[in-house]
């Protein structure tokens, strides 16, 4: 059972947003990996034009500056890639609920149609497995694993180490519960939580 678990494959994701506010704020950055049997096989990364200036505090959470974006695609133009790339499998992400509201902003929007697909959430995840962890911010998550990274708030950047804190909460939790724990991970999939 573990080695079916730890083979399947997962597509992680990760977005950096002009805001909070799903309604006004754009995407400006998004990434994905694949992973396949613990190994990521596959990237996905492209920096997107919002259509208007990037606001101050997100450019210093995320070094991303108006000039980077100048020319990049708008997301109608890169959502069919992103949409190929994610397929019909499992998605993962930290706090991946505010991504998915993105994504199905821009599905409705361009595609007519809902991004509904399985996920995990890693926050979430890490709530529950690690009660001990004061914060469960992607680098607090990544620190207590010793996952190394070299930024963070960079989408592809980030998409990387929540896999590996993916990996490693799995790990987690098949040492501390067993075999049993599948099926929760199967329920958490199609609905967001244990």
Known sequence: MR????????VVIDLETTGFD????????IGAVRV??????????????????????????????????VGSPKMRDVLPEFMEFVGDGIVVGHHVTQDIKFIDKYTRLYMKERFKRPYICTLELSRKLLTSLPKHSLKDVADYFGIDYSRLHRALDDAV???HVFMELLNLLWSNYGIG????????????RF
């Open 161 to 163: 180490i929540t896999a």
């Open 22 to 29: 799903v309604k006004h704020a754009e995407v400006i950055d």
């Open 3 to 10: 080695e079916h678990l730890l083979d399947s494959t997962f």
């Open 36 to 69: 396949e049997g613990g190994i990521i096989t596959d990237t996905f990364s492209s920096l997107i034009d919002p259509g208007f200036f990037i606001p101050e505090r997100i450019k210093e959470l995320t070094g991303i500056t108006n000039a980077m974006v």
């Open 181 to 192: 724990d599948y099926f929760s991970i199967k329920k958490l999939a199609k609905t967001g």
